[in-house]
């Protein structure tokens, strides 16, 4: 019953912020969430990197480490995607990033929070932390089907690693008044991502439910597969290991939709607004079971 009760204080939380935002969507249709993205874009996702990596007593080594794996992980998801895709005869690589990217920074994280505390924040960081960059890096250049560098320089986020794994190397720690900061932007940010995917799941549609519901299980329940594949080889274990197996499992991202809605024709903008919203529907089956199945077996 103990283990119960600690996956319904894990779930809820988020889960309900999402359902605020979902109420107001379906209360006024019109809701406009660009504020929310150049937020996160600008201040919310630097924050949130800098703050969960340099409080919560993470160590480089275990930071590098975990970078590591989640390097694995989402090259791995990549794989998957592309043999998904070109199965089913779609664009292989603009609808590549909804499965190379789940929702590890605004959700995966609060979530591993809550299930294991201030260390679990800080694993689930490192791994967020490649996801960040790759958003703002790799996702534009898909979407785009163009390298430009000038992505990398214009984000944030990316100056933020830096300075993150700086501190964290040198073992230097950050200033009290940058990290209360920092801890008021990232959790701010947080809330209102949550609430603009509830927002989000009433504005996107759904335009090829089997399509989308194939896709989808190669996110939310191949994605956990993989990332207890990947415990196995590398033999991990523990807290840490709990953490990776979670963000593994988390839904696609909402900022998949946002890049493409910039950068793509429509047709492939319906396709991956059709993947984030079965993905996430799904989630709300297997993220808790995923989590049920971390809780007992890697704490």
């Known amino acids: 019953m103990e283990l119960y009760i600690k996956l319904f204080e894990v779930i809820f939380p988020v889960f309900f912020i999402i359902s605020i935002g979902f109420f107001l969507g379906k209360k006024k249709s019109n809701l406009d969430t660009s504020f929310i993205t150049n937020y996160a874009a600008n201040f919310g996702t630097p ?3 800098i703050f969960a ?19 694995i992980l989402l090259t791995s998801f990549g794989v998957v995607g592309l043999i998904f895709l070109i199965l089913m005869k779609k664009d292989y690589i603009r609808e590549l990033p909804p499965f190379i990217l789940p929702n590890t920074g605004n959700m995966g994280i609060p979530i591993c929070l809550f299930a294991y505390g201030e260390l679990g924040m800080g694993v689930a960081a490192a791994i967020s932390s490649l996801v960040v960059t790759l958003h703002f890096t790799l996702n534009i ?13 214009k984000s944030p986020a990316f100056y ?22 920092v801890m008021l932007l990232a959790y701010t940010m947080i809330v209102l991502i949550l ?9 996107m549609k759904v335009f090829s439910f089997g399509s989308s519901l194939i896709t989808s299980m190669g996110r939310v329940i191949v994605g956990p597969i993989i990332g207890l594949a990947l415990i196995k080889i590398f033999n991990l274990s523990g807290f840490a290991a709990g ?11 909402i900022l998949c939709y946002l890049v493409a809605s910039m950068y793509s024709p429509k047709p492939i903008v319906d396709n991956i607004s059709s993947m984030i919203v079965v993905s996430t529907i799904m989630s709300l089956v297997t993220v808790p ?10 704490n």
Do not use: R
């Open 289 to 298: 079971i995923t989590v049920f199945f971390a809780l007992k077996y890697f």
């Open 141 to 153: 250049f898909l979407a785009k089907k163009k390298f430009d560098f000038n992505v990398i320089l």
């Open 160 to 181: 933020a690693i830096l300075i993150t794994v700086f501190f964290l190397y040198f073992d230097i720690s950050m200033p009290q008044f940058v990290l209360n900061t």
């Open 195 to 203: 609430m603009s995917l509830g927002i989000g799941l009433t504005q």
């Open 243 to 253: 953490v990776l197996l979670i963000q593994s499992a988390m839904p696609s991202a």
């Open 47 to 49: 924050a949130l990197v």
């Open 53 to 71: 990596l340099t409080s919560t007593g993470i160590s480089f080594g275990l930071f590098a480490e975990y970078f590591f794996y989640a390097l």
